[in-house]
């Protein structure tokens, strides 16, 4: 797992150079089939990142920025998303179980499949997930769709 971790970090350090750069140094971050498990990825500038068919389980992405990532197909049961920026982030398809979004920032995200049984949405960040009128439709519409 050590060799994974600092593989991953070096993936992470170099998509941070090129966010920096603008393009001109690092290298986007193309994280495919990696085993991303229980990693402490608190704050981690990850905007524009294809993270496709991980395993994040247990991760710690409070802060981090996410947003435009590609995150399909990824396993991302208990992670921590607390305060991260997620806008316009495609998360088609991917495990979501039991996940925390408590003041994640969600706009244009798209969910489509995704399982987010015991996942934690506060209803104000549901409802414009939802497209709903209220608050309260959202919270109702969650509920009678859970897995």
Avoid at 42 to 69: M, Q, V
Avoid at 77 to 85: K, R
Avoid at 138 to 147: C, E, G, Q
């Amino acid at each position: 797992m050590a060799d994974t971790n600092t593989s991953v970090a070096a993936l992470i350090e170099a998509h941070e150079a090129w966010l920096r750069g603008g393009g001109d140094t690092g290298k986007r971050g193309d994280m495919l089939r990696l085993n991303m498990r229980d990693m402490d990825l608190r704050g981690s500038s990850l905007a524009n990142a294809n993270i496709r068919e991980c395993d994040l389980t247990g991760s710690d992405l409070s802060g981090a920025d996410l947003r435009g990532s590609s995150l399909i197909s990824s396993v991302m049961v208990g992670v921590n998303f607390t305060n991260a920026l997620l806008d316009f982030t495609d998360m088609t398809d991917t495990d979501l179980r039991g996940a925390n979004f408590t003041g994640a920032s969600l706009n244009g995200v798209d969910m489509w499949r995704a399982n987010l049984k015991g996942a934690v949405i506060d209803p104000i960040t549901l409802h414009k997930l939802l497209d709903c009128r209220e608050p309260d439709e959202a919270s109702a519409y969650f509920a009678l769709t859970k897995y």
